[in-house]
């Protein structure tokens, strides 16, 4: 028996390979209502299946904002390390999924010793050598029961669960980037709202004190002119910081500096977003790359139980090699020099003090962590939809409002200016007037940066187009 038993020996143990004691996988029922809610808050639209959200490039229209995008998805040390952890879990895979096939050494050696006369057979004393080329098998273990293949089986929904998780990162990076943009641009146009206050502020303050010295304006509406000053002075240091701070959120998520190309003086166009389709199914929510990564870990550990109800069934490995022996080094392709050797071996589990029960419990507990993960990765998914399809139905009803306020507060102040000068009223009323101008204005903004940032989680929430995958390189 050379090498044609060896090969004998494949077959026999691959023949013996076949069941499965991985439980029969059903997805959980989801636990979530079929429908988005309903209500003052949401816009009505018929569900429409066919309807789908659209690519991030299509999404985000300001090239400002993508070119950030671009800079952040080939320079995010986040992303980067996403990336890394697929990569690990693939190689992990891999050596699981190797234990499926034997491993086949080819080994060649040779000794050489001086024998004794006493030890030698020959009663007298001499030098015998060795000389052996060997192929062979070690240790290969026959999986009869599946034990090998449902770990290999675990290893594979691990990996696919990390090529999700790297997608829900690169979604959550593109969101984020966005998000840190647009309160960037904010931040800068409250500056120069604030700027151009205290500007006015500063300008009705010298009016005051120069009218206070002619006598016609009393020092309580000089010390009232001040408070308006000291106050858009405050905010200027504020929002004079915010936009910095800003600034190194922004270079944090890219990677890298802001590219100079960027303009820090540019400000947030009307049509920089999408609009996302109404009418969405509920069931898209089973496209979120958090939610399929859920999925994959729950089916590992299934998998994993087939691998625990396998270990209490008997396990067979097999050590087989052939080759050639002789004492000469040009005897060892000589006929008659020919060796070979089979040991079959096998393990039949009697006591382990519970150790197998206490592992297919620990297996199954973990199935069961995995469901529950799975649901409330589907029930926190639907939570922010609804949420965003509320911000989506009332942001612009209350912008108009705020845009409303803002014109009212302008002719507020306007009129209340003319009377002042007119010496109708005191300078209380102007005061209250300048007062609310500057805060609708400042509100208008913060609103309006809400709304947007609304757009941009819900595009989040989503799954953020899932057309736009990953680039990954398959494990098989």
Same mark, same amino acid.
């Given at each position: 028996?050379?090498?044609?038993? !060896?090969?004998?020996?494949?077959?026999?143990?691959?023949?013996?390979?076949?069941?499965?004691?991985?439980?029969?996988?059903?997805?959980?029922?989801?636990?979530?209502?079929?429908?988005?809610?309903?209500?003052?808050?949401?816009?009505?639209?018929?569900?429409?299946? =066919?309807? /789908?959200?659209?690519?991030?490039?299509?999404?985000?229209?300001?090239?400002?904002?993508?070119?950030?995008?671009? =800079?952040?998805?080939?320079?995010?040390? %986040?992303?980067? $390390?996403? /990336?890394?952890?697929?990569?690990?879990?693939?190689?992990?895979?891999?050596?699981?999924?190797?234990?499926?096939?034997?491993?086949?050494?080819?080994?060649?050696?040779?000794?050489?010793?001086?024998?004794?006369?006493?030890?030698?057979?020959?009663?007298?004393?001499?030098?015998?050598? @060795?000389?052996?080329?060997?192929?062979?098998?070690?240790?290969?273990?026959?999986?009869?029961?599946?034990?090998?293949?449902?770990?290999?089986?675990?290893?594979?929904?691990?990996?696919?669960?990390?090529?999700?998780?790297?997608?829900?990162?690169?979604?959550?990076?593109?969101?984020?980037?966005?998000?840190?943009?647009?309160?960037?641009?904010?931040?800068q146009a409250l500056l120069n709202v604030t700027q151009a206050t205290l500007d006015s502020y500063s300008n009705s303050l010298s009016l005051i004190e120069a009218t206070h010295q002619a006598g016609t304006a009393s020092a309580l509406d000089v010390?009232?002119?001040?408070?308006?000053? %000291?106050?858009?002075?405050?905010?200027?240091?504020?929002?004079?910081?915010? #936009?910095?701070?800003?600034?190194?959120?922004?270079?944090?998520?890219?990677?890298?500096?802001?590219?100079?190309?960027?303009?820090?003086?540019?400000?947030?166009?009307?049509?920089?977003?999408?609009?996302?389709?109404?009418?969405?199914?509920?069931?898209?929510?089973? $496209?979120?790359?958090?939610?399929?990564? /859920?999925?994959?870990?729950?089916?590992? /550990?299934?998998?994993?139980?087939?691998?625990?109800?396998?270990?209490?069934?008997?396990?067979?490995?097999? =050590?087989?090699?052939?080759?050639?022996?002789?004492?000469?080094? %040009?005897?060892?392709?000589?006929?008659?020099?020919?060796?070979?050797?089979?040991?079959?071996?096998?393990?039949?589990?009697?006591?382990?003090?519970?150790?197998?029960?206490?592992?297919?419990?620990?297996?199954?507990?973990?199935?069961?962590?995995? !469901?529950?993960?799975?649901?409330?990765?589907?029930?926190?998914?639907?939570?922010?939809?609804?949420?965003?399809?509320?911000?989506?139905?009332? +942001?612009?009803?209350?912008?108009?409002?705020?845009?409303?306020?803002?014109?009212?507060?302008?002719?507020?102040? %306007?009129?209340?200016?003319?009377?002042?000068?007119?010496?109708?009223?005191?300078?209380?009323?102007?005061?209250?007037?300048?007062?609310?101008?500057?805060?609708?204005?400042?509100?208008?903004?913060?609103?309006?940066?809400?709304?947007?940032?609304?757009?941009?989680?819900? +595009?989040?929430?989503?799954?953020?187009?899932?057309?736009?995958?990953? @680039?990954? #390189?398959?494990?098989?």
């Amino acid at each position: 028996m050379k090498l044609n038993q !060896v090969t004998l020996a494949l077959v026999v143990g691959f023949g013996l390979q076949g069941c499965s004691l991985i439980p029969d996988y059903a997805r959980p029922a989801s636990p979530i209502q079929n429908q988005w809610p309903l209500g003052p808050a949401y816009k009505s639209a018929s569900a429409n299946p =066919t309807v /789908a959200v659209p690519a991030w490039r299509q999404f985000f229209r300001d090239p400002a904002m993508g070119q950030l995008i671009e =800079t952040a998805l080939a320079n995010n040390r %986040d992303l980067r $390390q996403a /990336a890394l952890n697929v990569q690990a879990y693939r190689a992990q895979y891999r050596i699981q999924r190797s234990e499926l096939f034997p491993s086949i050494d080819v080994s060649a050696g040779s000794s050489r010793q001086r024998v004794p006369s006493d030890l030698a057979t020959t009663g007298k004393s001499g030098i015998e050598s @060795q000389y052996g080329l060997n192929v062979g098998i070690t240790s290969y273990e026959l999986d009869v029961f599946g034990r090998v293949r449902s770990l290999e089986r675990g290893a594979l929904e691990n990996y696919l669960a990390t090529e999700d998780a790297q997608r829900s990162v690169q979604i959550s990076l593109i969101a984020d980037v966005a998000s840190a943009y647009m309160t960037w641009r904010t931040d800068q146009a409250l500056l120069n709202v604030t700027q151009a206050t205290l500007d006015s502020y500063s300008n009705s303050l010298s009016l005051i004190e120069a009218t206070h010295q002619a006598g016609t304006a009393s020092a309580l509406d000089v010390r009232q002119a001040r408070t308006l000053v %000291d106050g858009a002075r405050t905010q200027m240091f504020l929002y004079s910081r915010q #936009v910095d701070q800003d600034s190194n959120a922004l270079q944090l998520l890219l990677g890298t500096q802001i590219p100079s190309v960027i303009s820090a003086e540019s400000t947030l166009g009307t049509d920089i977003l999408a609009d996302i389709p109404s009418g969405l199914p509920a069931d898209l929510l089973q $496209q979120r790359p958090d939610i399929r990564a /859920a999925e994959h870990e729950l089916l590992a /550990a299934n998998a994993n139980i087939g691998a625990a109800r396998a270990a209490f069934f008997p396990s067979i490995s097999l =050590t087989t090699s052939a080759g050639t022996t002789s004492a000469q080094l %040009d005897g060892l392709f000589k006929g008659g020099s020919g060796n070979w050797s089979f040991s079959p071996q096998i393990n039949i589990p009697i006591f382990n003090g519970g150790r197998l029960r206490a592992n297919l419990d620990y297996s199954e507990i973990q199935k069961d962590i995995g !469901v529950v993960k799975y649901e409330k990765s589907i029930q926190t998914a639907f939570r922010e939809v609804a949420d965003g399809l509320a911000a989506l139905g009332t +942001y612009d009803g209350q912008l108009q409002a705020q845009r409303d306020l803002v014109r009212s507060s302008q002719e507020y102040y %306007d009129m209340a200016k003319q009377r002042y000068d007119e010496g109708v009223d005191n300078y209380l009323t102007l005061l209250d007037a300048q007062r609310h101008l500057f805060s609708s204005r400042q509100q208008l903004l913060t609103d309006r940066l809400q709304q947007l940032d609304s757009q941009v989680q819900l +595009y989040k929430a989503l799954g953020g187009g899932w057309q736009d995958k990953t @680039q990954t #390189v398959s494990a098989r």
